[in-house]
């Protein structure tokens, strides 16, 4: 007869999502899972197969929050420049005030185990997709309304904004104040007063 699990699932893969995101996936060991979900070694095994299977659960649950996040706020009323803005500085927001500066699970995930962790290249590619998804049903939107020229290439433009979500993370993550990284955004969003090429 299989025994009944004696501990929260979700609240495990939180524990853990927290850990790999301050240490990444590298420096943290078993033993670091072990102390931060209280949960022993065998029985973290016996859930989630191996320390990858931790490490996938935690970043799909982080990716999900994160991405999930964006998503709503790119789908609310308002002009899309105004809507972008908010986005890219609430992420400035969530970044310099973090006294860690963890950056982006994602992003943080991107450079450490990709191309080597398959896995992981699914949750984050996933992430992505679905991100650029969003930017580019809110740029579909303005183009519509006639906020945006009537052939500009949403495809692009959403693909340009999504790499530079990447690059404030990573500058943030690196030590870029809120006035640094405010001022990328902006110059950012100034490609949608481009003509077209």
Request: glycine residues 10%; aromatic residues 4%; neutral net charge.
């Amino acid at each position: 007869m299989a025994r009944t699990r004696e501990f929260d699932t979700d609240a495990a893969v939180e524990a853990a999502m927290q850990v790999f995101w301050s240490r990444g996936y590298e420096a943290t060991s078993i033993q670091d899972l072990v102390e931060a979900t209280g949960i022993g070694r065998g029985s973290l095994y016996a859930a989630f197969g191996s320390k990858d299977g931790l490490y996938e659960a935690a970043l799909a649950r982080y990716a999900e929050r994160s991405v999930g996040g964006a998503a709503e706020r790119l789908d609310r009323d308002g002009p899309v420049r105004a809507v972008l803005r908010n986005l890219l500085v609430g992420m400035v927001e969530e970044t310099v005030t973090d006294p860690a500066r963890r950056g982006c699970l994602i992003t943080n995930t991107a450079v450490e185990r990709l191309p080597r962790d398959p896995a992981a290249g699914r949750v984050v590619g996933g992430a992505l997709d679905r991100l650029t998804d969003a930017v580019t049903a809110a740029l579909r939107r303005g183009r519509a309304r006639g906020e945006l020229p009537p052939d500009a290439d949403v495809a692009a433009l959403a693909d340009f904004l999504v790499t530079t979500v990447q690059g404030l993370r990573v500058q943030g993550k690196a030590g870029a104040d809120r006035r640094r990284l405010t001022t990328v955004v902006d110059t950012a969003l100034r490609v949608l007063d481009a003509p077209p090429a």
